[in-house]
C-alpha cells in the first residue's frame, strides 16, 4: 500500500489509518476478498449481486478508482485451511493491498468427511492467516460469518462460538473486525433474519447486501451522494418487512 513514511505498527486503529489515506490517493489498490460460498457468491443470490460485487461497485464506480482492482479468490465449500494450503493462488500472487476474509460456516461443520474442528483450532488458522496477510503489509479485515438456521442446519448450528473466536482473534491480533453474525442477529431482532437467507445458511441478494452495506460502512467506502448504498439499504429493508 502507498505510504510515503515508516509504516505504524500493525493494528486495527493503524491500519484503518492507512486505508483512509490510501483512499484519498490516486495510486491504485489491490483489493482481495477471500472465504468461502458466502463470499464466492453463486447460486443463492438468484441472479443478484453478491457482496464483492457492491464493493467492487462502490469502489471502481462510486469512488471512481477505476484503475483499483477487486478480486474475489472464494471458493464455495472451503474452510481455512484450504485458503492457506493454496496461499500463493488465493492471496500472496495478486500482491494485496487489503485482504478481507470471511470463512466458517464449513469449518464449523460436524457433518461430511471433513474433520470436525474445535473453535480453537479455526482461530488458530486464523491467526496464521492474519500472520501471512500481514507479512504482505496487506491490510487485514476479518468478518465473523452470518448467521445459520440451527435448526435446518444442525450441523452447523456451532456457529455462534465460532463467531466469538473471530472477535477474540481480531481483539487479540489487534486486527479490523467487522461483525456480520452481530448484524444478521440485529435484523432478526435476535434470531436468524428470514428475509436474508436463501437457505439455512447461505443469504440471498438480500443478505448480500446487508453484508456489503456493513463492510463498506466499516471500511469508510461511503460516497457522498452514493446511489448504491440507499438502494442496499432499502432492499435490506423490504426483505425484513416480507419475511
Do not use: C, K
Not at 128 to 151: C, H, K, M, S, Y
Not at 154 to 178: C, G, M, N
Amino acid at each position: 500500500m502507498p505510504n510515503a513514511e515508516s509504516p505504524a505498527p500493525a493494528s486495527a486503529t493503524a491500519d484503518l489509518q492507512r486505508l483512509t489515506a490510501a483512499l484519498a490517493d490516486p495510486a491504485p489498490l489491490n483489493w482481495l476478498i477471500t472465504g468461502d460460498s458466502i463470499t464466492h457468491g453463486l447460486v443463492h443470490t438468484q441472479g443478484g449481486r453478491s457482496y464483492p460485487e457492491h464493493l467492487h461497485e462502490l469502489i471502481r464506480g462510486e469512488l471512481a478508482r477505476v484503475r483499483d482492482i477487486v478480486i474475489n479468490s472464494a471458493i464455495s465449500g472451503n474452510r481455512i485451511a484450504d485458503i492457506l494450503d493454496d496461499w500463493d493462488r488465493r492471496v500472496a500472487s495478486w500482491n494485496p493491498d487489503v485482504v478481507t476474509l470471511m470463512i466458517g460456516t464449513n469449518d464449523v461443520s460436524t457433518g461430511g468427511e471433513r474433520p470436525v474442528l474445535s473453535a480453537a483450532e479455526y482461530a488458530e488458522s486464523l491467526r496464521e492467516f492474519v500472520r501471512r496477510a500481514r507479512d504482505l503489509d496487506a491490510v487485514v479485515v476479518l468478518q465473523t460469518p452470518p448467521a445459520v438456521d440451527g435448526l435446518n442446519a444442525p450441523e452447523r448450528s456451532r456457529i455462534a462460538e465460532f463467531a466469538e473466536a473471530v472477535r477474540r482473534v481480531a481483539a487479540e491480533e489487534d486486527v479490523l473486525l467487522v461483525d456480520q453474525y452481530a448484524r444478521y442477529a440485529e435484523l432478526g431482532n435476535g434470531g436468524v433474519p428470514w428475509g436474508l437467507m436463501g437457505d439455512p445458511f447461505h443469504p440471498n441478494s438480500a443478505g448480500h447486501a446487508a453484508l456489503a452495506l456493513e463492510l463498506a460502512r466499516a471500511l469508510g467506502l461511503t460516497p457522498a451522494g452514493s446511489r448504491t448504498l440507499p438502494l442496499l439499504e432499502a432492499q435490506v429493508g423490504a426483505a425484513r418487512l416480507n419475511a
